[in-house]
């Protein structure tokens, strides 16, 4: 019976979708890797370095040359574009605030990252990404980066960015998965 409910949920997307239930209930295990539900988990479950179930970290941070300023922001990962790689939308803020008055700049970019485990079981990663920088002219930028998990809820990352105008912006940011 289980062998031609499986034939039946891989015929189809629809037989997927209307199967895929079943084979799992009826083993009442974690599906494994030949049944329909286990592929279902692993497109809503992204992989890598960063997020399971809601893939979202807080960032907090200091941008550390030219200037000193304030970095706080988010990101948003999901699968990447090849193995070992994610997709990472970060939406930052970094602010300046003094006697003489302040400045925002806004990066939004869309980053491709490589990540790769440790013996030790923690995880590396390093990418890049490009995107706009809005502030008072925007421009089109792009930012470097490596960092590292720290535990399964904490990283760090270091960044440069290339604001499309003046030196790059070195930063330093703590990663907190919500």
């Known amino acids: 019976m289980k062998t031609q409910i499986r034939k039946i949920a891989n015929t189809s997307l629809a037989g997927t979708l209307m199967f895929a239930p079943l ?3 009826a083993r009442a295990t974690e599906p494994e890797p030949a049944t329909p539900l286990f592929s ?8 890598g370095i960063i997020g399971d179930i809601f893939p979202f970290h807080l960032r907090i941070g200091a941008m550390v040359s030219p200037r000193t300023k304030f970095i706080g922001g988010v990101d ?3 699968k990447g574009l090849a193995p070992n790689f994610n997709t990472r939308i970060d939406a930052e803020a970094i602010v300046s605030a003094n006697f003489g008055g302040g400045s925002t700049l806004f990066p939004v970019t869309v ?3 490589y990540s790769k485990g440790l013996i030790g079981g923690s995880q590396v990663y390093g990418g890049f ?7 008072e002219i925007s421009r089109f930028g792009g930012k470097l980066f490596i960092g590292t998990e720290l535990t399964r809820k904490l990283g760090g990352e270091l960044g440069l960015h290339f604001a499309g105008y003046g030196d790059p912006l070195v930063t330093a940011q703590v990663r907190l998965r919500l």
């Open 129 to 135: 990404g490009l995107g706009v920088y809005f502030g």
């Open 40 to 47: 279902l988990k692993k497109q809503l479950d992204p992989t």
């Open 76 to 78: 948003f990962t999901t």
């Open 23 to 25: 084979v799992s209930v």
């Open 111 to 113: 980053n491709q990252v």
